[in-house]
């Protein structure tokens, strides 16, 4: 029986575990899960307006999230065509980085490890302007960045537009210099001797899905040192960290999953759990053990579909949609032009024609009726041919029953 997202994020609260690394399919419910858990650690006050900003609950969570990256818009000036913003709206949480803690230095240098080390973001100073209607406004400072590419001595580019990449990474950049502040801070053991207290009563940081939008090169760097930076770590603060992205998981769990130690743990089963999070027909969740470090991908959820519908006899017309779907990322993967070569082959080692043309039918339907017509037996044994072929010829892996 499946749990609500309330009785999710009580499961998480109630593992003894140093990391919690939780992998999940887009739309599943990771940012809902994240304001979940952040609301069962810091409780919103009734009748404050602002308790529901991530950023105010830091006393007792830090939480990234799409709601964070949601704090930065662009102004592309488009009537002066003068020069592409990228507005911060006004919060607690950038105020607190930025201007308190005094992090824009370190912002731009983790920006530029993972992008280029010439693209520099410009933080703007305080200043004052005239509205519309002529009256003066004052620009607070940290409130928009600029983006230049520098060319050498003092000379750089306009103004740019960086793509949506680089945004996602400039965000991160700034949530991963706090965070890097807050561990240097809180392995300090004695609290007297901190250089703030501010981050005394930090209990846990959910980090989800840093990694939208980065290349694969730039996703591991990121992996690897969030995963290095978590691990040094020797305070009581726990972490809970979700990802649609496969090699993501696998590299944190590699890197978590090692052999170092700290003084005061191993970073082995004791202290870190691999899970899944997985939605039912009813909209109920359930979190279960990942028992490897390579998540159950998509392509396997279709094969496990597919191999269901045989077992019980209930094929239908749109699970030659789902093979369909299987043989284009199987081809793509494995360098094929094409997705009929992945077909049993006749003896002039062309592709199998039935098979091609019953794949290509069943998965282009002109008409909305034909999507519920009935299979004859002989294409239903064709796609059990098929699965049977793509899962013993590729080796897919397979769980083994007992």
């Not at 900003?53 to 065509?81: C, G, H, M, V």
């Not at 590419?149 to 750089?156: I, K, L, P, Q, Y």
């Not at 981050?199 to 992996?223: R, T, W």
């Amino acid at each position: 029986m499946g749990k609500t997202l309330t009785e999710i994020a009580q499961q998480l609260r109630n593992a003894d575990k140093k990391v919690q690394l939780i992998y999940a399919f887009n739309g599943t419910g990771k940012t809902r899960l994240s304001r979940e858990f952040k609301q069962l650690i810091a409780p919103k006050i009734d009748g404050d307006e602002d308790a529901d900003q991530p950023e105010l609950s830091r006393n007792k969570i830090l939480y990234y999230n799409a709601l964070t990256e949601d704090l930065f818009y662009w102004d592309n000036d488009l009537e002066e065509d003068a020069e592409h913003k990228l507005r911060i709206q006004p919060n607690t949480f950038t105020d607190w980085v930025l201007k308190d803690q005094g992090q824009d230095m370190n912002v731009i240098t983790t920006f530029q490890r993972y992008t280029n080390d010439k693209l520099t973001p410009h933080f703007n100073a305080a200043r004052t302007k005239k509205d519309e209607g002529d009256k003066q406004i004052t620009i607070k400072a940290f409130s928009e960045v600029t983006f230049t590419m520098e060319r050498g001595d003092t000379t750089h580019s306009g103004s740019l537009k960086i793509s949506k990449g680089e945004e996602s990474n400039f965000i991160w950049s700034i949530f991963y210099a706090l965070l890097e502040q807050v561990i240097g801070v809180l392995n300090v053991a004695e609290p007297s001797d901190r250089e703030t207290d501010q981050f005394n009563q930090l209990e846990y940081v959910f980090i989800d899905d840093p990694v939208s939008s980065l290349d694969d090169n730039h996703l591991i760097q990121l992996a690897v040192d969030l995963a290095q930076l978590v691990k040094s770590n020797e305070s009581s603060v726990k972490f809970i960290i979700t990802t649609h992205n496969p090699l993501f998981f696998n590299v944190l769990c590699n890197e978590f999953g090692s052999d170092e130690k700290s003084e005061r743990y191993s970073w082995k089963s004791k202290w870190f759990s691999k899970s899944r999070l997985e939605k039912n027909g009813d909209g109920s969740l359930n979190l279960s053990e990942q028992p490897n470090d390579s998540p159950f991908s998509y392509h396997l959820h279709l094969i496990s579909q597919l191999e269901e519908a045989i077992k019980s006899g209930q094929i239908e017309k749109y699970h030659f949609n789902l093979l369909r779907n299987i043989l284009e990322k199987t081809a793509t993967f494995l360098g094929y032009k094409r997705w009929e070569h992945l077909l049993p082959q006749t003896d002039d080692g062309l592709p199998n024609p039935y098979a091609k043309r019953i794949v290509n039918f069943s998965s282009h339907s002109k008409h909305a009726a034909e999507e519920v017509s009935p299979l004859k037996p002989e294409e239903k044994q064709v796609l059990e041919n098929l699965v049977k072929h793509i899962v013993e010829r590729h080796r897919f892996w397979q769980e083994k029953t007992t």
